[in-house]
């Protein structure tokens, strides 16, 4: 329990991280289990992640955290939204594939 205590807090440190980075307003950051979605964002200022996330590694987390994020200023998955994510992650795309490999072993619809 001790380790994930730790695990979670390190986690909700690095989103916090990102939402400097990415100027995006958080209020609140949870990390409980979720059955669809890998993460949700509220236009409050909310974000819950996924219990799951943490068994996942460094990058795959980054992606899921930059995705919310930049829901904060791009409320879609168009042109602008694509471009924030390559800006800021590289070739995400690969992180995308990845994590959605692993979320078809997991049983997780969506993201």
């Known amino acids: 329990m001790k380790d994930l205590d730790k695990n979670k807090r390190r986690f909700k440190a690095r989103v916090l991280d990102w939402a400097r980075k990415l100027d995006a307003r958080v209020l609140t950051v949870a990390v409980r289990p979720m059955r669809k979605k890998w993460a949700s964002f509220s236009t409050a200022g909310r974000l819950t992640f ?3 996330l943490l068994k996942l590694r460094q990058g795959l ?3 899921v955290i930059v995705h919310e994020l930049l829901h ?3 409320p879609n998955h168009g042109k602008l939204w694509k471009s924030l994510m390559r800006a800021h992650l ?3 795309e690969i992180q995308e594939a990845e994590l959605q490999r692993f979320a078809d072993t997991a049983s997780k619809k969506g993201r």
């Open 50 to 52: 996924d219990i799951d």
């Open 61 to 63: 987390q980054d992606y």
């Open 72 to 74: 904060v200023h791009v």
């Open 90 to 92: 590289g070739d995400y």
